[in-house]
């Protein structure tokens, strides 16, 4: 147990449906993150929020829309999604000091689009 | 952006042996975070090296961070199967940045 908590563990989807995927932190952090992790790629980092503020969007398609309504919880709202998205979505918390402490990571939803 | 290289991509080893995995950062590091992952599961931080020749150990793994080469290297000794997953190497690009970037994993797999 990490104190990051992540729902569903397993999603499938077809292209034209429209699902979220939640993230809930317990650790009073005040960073938030999405990572994608594609088979034998490095993780990517898609958003990062920082006092509910995105501070981070690398180019993630409009396809995936973030959503912090406070500081313990993250969504990634997900629509019109195509294969190639299929991967381990991974959020992970962390308290920002200037910088950034070590990351905390949730299990991870495992998201596959067909 | 950094990009760091882990070699090797996988391995295999004898339980009982050593093994070592090697994080190599195409830019300055400014902190160097170990994880461990099981397949498809979330990343469980190993260790965390801030300053150039320091050393970490926890039971039978230790971390290493040679600040000039701009590497770090990860040995575990004894190797038992609780050993294997991917293991990850993270670090930031700038001091005072957010986020972790991270390598591609190494894959252990630990043969009775």
Same mark, same amino acid.
């Given at each position: 147990e990490t104190g990051v908590t992540q729902t569903p563990r397993h999603l499938v989807m077809g292209m034209?449906? %429209? %699902?979220?995927l939640k993230c809930e932190q317990h650790l009073g952090h005040n960073a938030m993150y999405w990572y994608k992790q594609s088979a034998k790629k490095p993780l990517e980092l898609m958003f990062v929020y920082s006092l509910e503020e995105r501070v981070e969007n690398n180019s993630v398609p409009s396809r995936f829309s973030p959503e912090c309504p406070n500081s313990s919880h993250l969504?990634?709202?997900l629509h019109t999604l195509q294969p190639e998205d299929s991967a381990l979505?991974?959020?992970a918390s962390s308290q920002v000091k200037g910088a950034a402490e070590k990351l905390f990571f949730g299990s991870g939803t495992q998201l596959s689009v067909l | 952006s950094q990009e760091l290289e882990q070699s090797p991509q996988s391995l295999i080893v004898?339980?009982?042996?050593?093994? $070592? &995995?090697?994080? $190599?950062?195409? %830019?300055?590091l400014? #902190?160097?975070y170990w994880y461990k992952q099981k397949y498809g599961e979330g990343l469980?931080?190993?260790m965390m090296l801030q300053k150039g020749g320091e050393e970490k150990s926890h039971e039978k793994i230790t971390a290493k961070l040679d600040e000039k080469k701009q590497q770090s290297s990860l040995? &575990? $000794?004894? !190797?038992?199967? !609780?050993? @294997? #997953? &991917?293991y990850l190497c993270g670090a930031r690009s700038r001091s005072n940045d957010y986020k972790? !970037?991270? #390598? @591609? #994993? $190494?894959t252990v797999t630990v043969r009775a």
């Open positions: 034209t449906n %429209k %699902k979220s969504f990634l709202h979505y991974l959020c | 004898q339980e009982g042996k050593n093994l $070592t &995995i090697n994080c $190599t950062s195409s %830019k300055t400014y #902190g160097l469980i931080f190993l040995h &575990i $000794t004894a !190797s038992q199967p !609780s050993h @294997a #997953g &991917i972790l !970037s991270f #390598g @591609a #994993g $190494t």
